[in-house]
């Protein structure tokens, strides 16, 4: 009977070690199913969907509050949805603790001209520049100061941007604004003639070349890009407007 007892009280025991056991390995199973700081963010960098990047970025965050780079890209994301606000809270935090990192700045300073702080934005975009200098800040801070009408200083901006990207239109058109702003004719003409190189099917571009030439009083070159610009685009409402005259001056000039 003793011996009988003695088994079962074994039994018993065996049974709830196993159970002990079982349980032990189910929670170890939820626990390493549960995903990491770092598995949120390799979700959220795995994802184009802004709202889902920050959704996963937030549980990273939740899980490490001090995952500074998972603040980084919620700024950056921030951005693209235009929740400019919170995107410069998230890039301050990076900043606090990564001062030197010049894409940081540059995004800031993103948010910042979003929300038309303005020195502050060109405050971030030449730090940025300051730390790394890269052609796309030279273009973003040369656009701010055009913007302001600091044509001069955006002037050696976007030259600077050239030297990076020589086969971007974009930047001798904007260029070439800033020089027709100072009156500074024939640099702008050489850059719409870059910019036509470049993009010989935009009529625009004729169109503001036509346009200097008829402050010079060139009207033979006047009608022969705006032909041009008709030729690419034949209602073209200014030069359909300005042409007839142009054709009238040169022909009296003769």
């Known amino acids: 009977m003793k011996n009988i007892f003695v088994w079962l009280s074994f039994i018993l025991l065996l049974t709830t070690c196993t159970r002990i056991s079982i349980q032990k390995e189910k929670a170890s199973r939820v626990e390493s199913a549960t995903p990491t700081a770092a598995a949120w963010y390799g979700k959220a960098t795995a994802t184009n969907d802004s709202d889902l990047k920050i959704e996963y970025l937030s549980e990273a965050i ?23 606000d919170s995107a410069i809270t998230d890039l301050n935090i990076f900043i606090q603790t990564n001062p030197d990192v010049a894409e940081a700045y540059s995004l800031r300073g993103k948010a910042f001209e979003a ?52 086969n971007n239109a974009d930047i001798y058109i904007a260029r070439g604004v800033c020089y027709q702003k100072l009156n500074q004719l024939n640099p702008a003409i050489l ?30 070159d006047v009608i022969k890009v705006w032909e041009k610009c008709l030729e690419l685009q034949p209602d073209h409402s200014r030069v359909n407007q300005y042409i007839p005259a142009a054709r009238k001056k040169a022909h009296s000039s003769r």
Do not use: C, H, M
């Not at 800040?137 to 701010?144: F, K, S």
């Not at 003639?193 to 099917?201: C, D, H, S, T, V």
């Open 115 to 166: 929300r038309r702080y303005l020195n502050d934005a060109l405050t971030d975009y030449s730090k940025s520049i300051e730390i790394n200098p890269q052609p796309q800040t030279y273009i973003e801070r040369a656009n701010l100061l055009k913007q302001r009408r600091r044509y001069s200083k955006a002037i050696l901006d976007y030259s600077e941007a050239i030297k990076g990207v020589p």
């Open 62 to 84: 939740k899980q490490k509050p001090d995952f500074t780079s998972a603040y980084l890209e919620r700024g950056r994301a921030y951005i693209q949805i235009a929740q400019y």
């Open 191 to 220: 850059d719409y003639q870059k910019a036509i190189q470049l993009r010989p099917n935009d009529a625009d571009l004729y169109y503001n070349l036509g346009s200097i030439y008829w402050v010079q009083g060139k009207w033979k």
